[in-house]
């Protein structure tokens, strides 16, 4: 599955590891995001059931400078769970920063393979309960392939947290790309390419749609290595929703989660009843499928996926020994947020979405500390403001619901 193009990427990510980091900025920060968030995976992938105290075996396939592989790490860390996440990449320069992030921070539960991950068959890798792949199917000659190769390994019960680009968000990338395929050529040196990528980029026309995308970055925030890869890379293939679902579907893989849920609902974004009922009327792909065609700013789509027809665990919030937690900004924070009308305001991509809650969603946030079971919560309210169980499990079921939409409130797994 290597080729010319093959050799030209992996002289891309030699001489511009990416995404930059500085391993010195390890002390200021801990860059999280989805996928691979370990309470994610927790919640999305073994639905709140595979106990903590058992080992977890992830594989970072693609691993780079190291952003997926320093986070579980650190979190498995901070939580004491055992187990190790092996980091796979084929690029030296990327390895070389990756792992002084992971010096900086003292971490030891992080394996070092600098191979393609299409060298998993047969490697005596394996298998691992949870493999993350962000940003490197899109780049492979057959991603099809590579996603087998990744099944190949995946162990029973396990799950994978996958990231593709999307089209429609990345308007202007992909007109700029063919631009500098004419004007700096893919057999030149990438340091010669990078140079003319960034003359045009100083004499963009006011006109170009990547002058209009406001979803895209990485040509302004991520130095050299995020204008290389987002302009200059040689091979870089979106997906819709209808092309990655086949493509899963291909794999024998089942999604678990679209991250977020509420972005593939139509139904925010159709406010005339006559509409919201025709696109209720879809089926589940088919709304999703029109939810990216309507918001149009869908620049990547994130999906925890599992294998077809395995029996799975699925995380049932109104279990009253469920344990709620919050997926990272606290819920005390997201309880401050609330609008006088009951309602959090979030951002996806420009996309401003209200999510409605009811009267007792805050004094409920405040009482989640990922200790307290939906059984305690209720205790609590009840003894503190005299909350009927039939009106907190009301509030529960709204609160929970739209929280879960938006990603922002999971189940902890138990110890």
Known sequence: MTDATDSRLAAQYEAFPYPKRDPRDEAKRLIVGSPGLLREVDHWVFGASRPRSRPLNALIAGGGTGDATIMLAQHMARDGRPGSVTWLDRSAASLEIAQARAAARGL??????QRSLLDLPGSGLGPFDYIDCCGVLHHLPDPAAGLDTLVSVLAPGGGLGLMVYAPYGRTGVYMIQDALA???????????RLDVAKRVMRHLPETAWLRQNRFIDDHVNGGDAGLYDLLLNPRDVAFTVPALHALLAGAGLDVACWVEPIRYDPAPLLPDPRLRA???ALDPLARATLAEALAGNMSAHIVYCVRAGEPRAVADPFALDAVPIARAMPTEELARHIQPDGTLSMLFDGLRLPIALPPLAGAILRLIDGQRSV???????AERAGTSPEAFDRAWRATYTALERINRLLLRAPD
């Open 182 to 192: 004419l004007l700096a050529p893919a057999d030149e040196a990438p340091t010669a």
């Open 375 to 381: 059984a305690g919560i209720g205790a609590a309210l």
């Open 108 to 113: 030891t539960n992080i394996v070092w393979e």
């Open 278 to 280: 025709r696109a209720e």
